[in-house]
């Protein structure tokens, strides 16, 4: 199985168009590097694609990657997406991959996260015919067909809903299905990738999926739940968008310790923050924050890793 984190920050992405904070002016400068839209891509065999997430950076990614661009004067070797949410930064990119001609997308999300993007007019032609978006039943793996289909044999796709919220134009409502994690296997593998950028709480079923996996990819949006306020950007906490934080004592570091520093009972996995926002301390990688996320034994996301 390969997987590719296509991009590594949240919406906006690094530099954010309309800031000139510290990351983003680093990252203008040349200081740092840029980041785009979150977003990943897997393949059982690097011949078809599964996009997670579609960012509006969408284009921009598949330049970047060889693998997913047209081997045809018209074609696309990517065959289906899945959606953790409906926020924008997320889906967005639907827009881009309107010219699709004849080619089908098999699309994948919560009803709830259907149900709220697919009345969008820019997004709609992607429940109709050529196209199926199919509302994925929580913790059941998905049924092996097109998208997740690889000659004949399937990766192992299961989505299963998290703690979290619909996006802000749709009320930051706290409803079941509003965020997806996803769960992904390679044929024949029983080792997982979990991919969850996007939560606002571990509850029980993510931290029992994050134990079983070889590669957590988790929410990194921001590392105190007051960073946006203290740098005067916008005056709301991460958990009130919908955001666990990764530090604090009651943050995601501190919840998943015992994964991070495994004893004789319990395997180390690789914990790997994405969805990146501009404020997050964590992208200077000599800030006090980058240093306690390494040292924990975790690691950052960036643009192209593969994993």
């Known amino acids: 199985m390969i997987f590719r984190i296509l991009g590594s920050a949240a919406g906006g992405g690094v530099p954010q168009w309309n800031c000139a904070c510290p990351n983003c002016t680093a990252a203008r400068g040349g200081s ?3 980041r785009t839209q979150s977003g990943a891509a897997v393949s059982a065999d690097g011949e078809r ?5 579609c960012s509006p950076d969408v284009a921009t990614h598949i330049e970047a990657f060889a693998p997913l661009q047209p081997r045809a004067v018209r074609g696309t070797p990517i065959d289906g997406i899945a959606f953790t949410d409906a926020n924008v930064d997320h889906l967005g990119g639907l827009a881009t991959l309107r010219q699709t001609g004849d080619h089908r997308f098999v699309v994948r999300s919560s009803a709830i996260v259907r149900d709220i993007a ?3 007019t820019a997004f709609a032609p992607f429940a109709r015919a050529p196209h199926r978006w199919e509302a994925a039943a929580s913790g059941r793996w998905c049924e092996p067909i097109d998208a997740f289909d690889v000659t004949g044999r399937a990766l192992r796709v299961r989505g299963f809903s998290v703690p979290g919220t619909t996006p802000g134009y749709d009320g930051r409502r706290a409803e079941p299905g509003a965020v997806f994690a996803y769960e992904i296997a390679a044929p024949g593998d029983d080792a997982t990738i979990l991919f969850a ?13 994050i134990e079983r996996a070889a590669v957590a990819v988790l929410d990194g949006t921001f590392y105190s739940d007051d960073e946006l306020i203290v ?10 968008l919908g955001h666990q934080p990764m530090g604090g004592s009651e943050g995601t570091l501190a919840r998943l310790r015992p994964l ?9 996995r690789r914990i790997v923050f994405t969805h990146l926002n501009n404020s997050n301390p964590v992208l200077d990688p000599a800030s006090q924050a980058a240093t306690e996320v390494l040292a ?9 890793m593969v994993l």
């Not at 694609?49 to 997430?53: A, D, G, K, M, Q």
């Not at 991070?260 to 180390?268: E, G, I």
């Open 118 to 120: 697919a009345v969008q």
């Open 49 to 53: 694609w599964l996009l997670l997430n």
């Open 32 to 34: 740092a590097p840029r």
């Open 231 to 240: 740098k005067e950007l916008v005056p709301k906490t991460a958990r009130q």
């Open 296 to 304: 924990a034994g975790a690691e950052i996301a960036y643009d192209g």
């Open 260 to 268: 991070l520093r495994p004893s004789k009972k319990t395997a180390r």
């Open 197 to 209: 950028p996007v939560f606002s709480a571990i509850d029980d079923v993510l931290l029992q999926a």
